[in-house]
């Protein structure tokens, strides 16, 4: 199938500053993203989503924007934390294929 | 959000025995649910998707003798490696959908199997 993959592996930030997550989809048919979060020996918890009929969707502290013409995703999370230390995986449609992940690292 | 739960949480068995993992969804019916599997430091690999009263889907390279999927009920799905050996020693996560369309699936807290 087709490939759902992610840009950085690894990202480290300061508490209280703002990360930025990308993604890179490759079924330009798809039409519904989300982002999970995986918590060290847990399993992926889910943060946020949006259709393709949108291009900005915000959470509480989150924020996912969506560019159908560049097949990009991204996450941002506002004023990060401790506790949003974890891997990040974007996904595309009801059956999460998962890419390789994005592992944020919060740094007190 | 609706809850998936799975047990056991961790195993460790010895070579050539069976393992059944057991998905369940508590606060809804599964119509479709999939395992995964995961090893350290790497992404979560969709192994099979197992619909309610038929037979499961496996994913290109999953040995189906040797990871017997049941989906009995819809709220119940079972993953059972037979014969494991240590190579099979990875962390197993299930999810379930309910049937609505492009809704996110639900996961469960994944089972750590360590084979000896």
């Known amino acids: 199938g087709e490939s759902v993959g992610l840009h950085l592996p690894t990202l480290s930030v300061q508490e209280g500053d703002n990360s930025i997550i990308n993604c890179a989809y490759s079924?330009?048919?798809?039409?519904?993203f989300i982002w999970y979060k995986q918590e060290s020996g847990k399993g992926p918890q889910f943060i946020i989503d949006i259709r393709s009929n949108m291009d900005k969707r915000q959470g509480q502290r989150v924020t996912v924007l969506l560019n159908k013409t560049v097949k990009h995703l991204s996450l941002q999370i506002a004023a990060t934390q401790p506790g949003d230390s974890a891997v990040y995986f974007c996904a595309e449609s009801y059956i999460p294929t998962f890419g390789r992940g994005t592992s944020l690292i919060v740094h007190p | 959000g609706a809850v998936v739960s799975q047990h056991p949480s961790w195993v460790i068995c010895k070579s050539g025995t069976s393992v059944k993992i057991e998905c369940r969804s508590l606060d809804f019916q599964a119509t479709t649910m999939f395992w995964y599997r995961q090893f350290p430091k790497q992404s979560l690999m969709l192994m099979a998707t197992s619909n309610e009263g038929s037979k499961a889907t496996y994913e290109q390279g999953v040995e189906k003798d040797k990871f017997l999927i049941n989906h009995a009920s819809l709220t119940l799905s079972t993953l059972t490696v037979t014969s494991a050996h240590p190579e099979d020693s990875s962390f197993y996560i299930c999810?379930?959908?309910?049937?609505?369309?492009?809704?996110?699936?639900?996961f469960g807290q994944g089972t750590r199997l360590t084979v000896v």
């Open positions: 999810s379930a959908e309910g049937g609505r369309v492009n809704t996110e699936a639900f």
């Open positions: 079924n330009s048919a798809s039409d519904y």
